[in-house]
């Protein structure tokens, strides 16, 4: 499914109540930018992509520097192209975030007598 949002209000409650799979957020919302919007996803594990007219040469808050950021307008295969670096990038932090949880976890049982 494919949702449009107008602002970063109506994006943050399509976030909330959707759970997108996957995102693409236009930074300049006119009156507003979509970084708050982009906040929550990245709270919630989901991946997103900006984009912008001003493609990678966008001006990024340090908190989203390492973000995709797609020029628009974009062709087809670069949104998909884009997108799925974006939901592999999001997968390799998943498997990450996985192995230290099972390091920890197997430091700590393998320090406890089993009884």
């Known amino acids: 499914m ?3 949002r107008r602002n970063d209000a109506g994006a943050l409650e399509a976030v909330e109540n959707s759970r997108p799979t996957v995102a693409m957020l236009d930074i300049n919302l006119g009156d507003s930018t979509s970084y708050l919007v982009a906040d929550k996803l990245s709270e919630q594990g989901i991946p997103y992509l900006f ?13 989203h520097k390492d973000s995709l950021v797609l020029q628009k307008p974009g062709t087809l295969e670069n949104v998909a192209r884009t997108f799925d670096l974006s939901c592999r990038r999001a997968r390799h932090e998943i498997r990450s975030l996985l192995r230290t949880i099972m390091r920890t976890a197997a430091s700590k049982w393998s320090s406890r007598p089993f009884v």
């Open 2 to 4: 494919i949702e449009w």
């Open 51 to 63: 984009a912008s007219g001003y493609g990678e040469q966008a001006q990024l808050p340090e908190r």
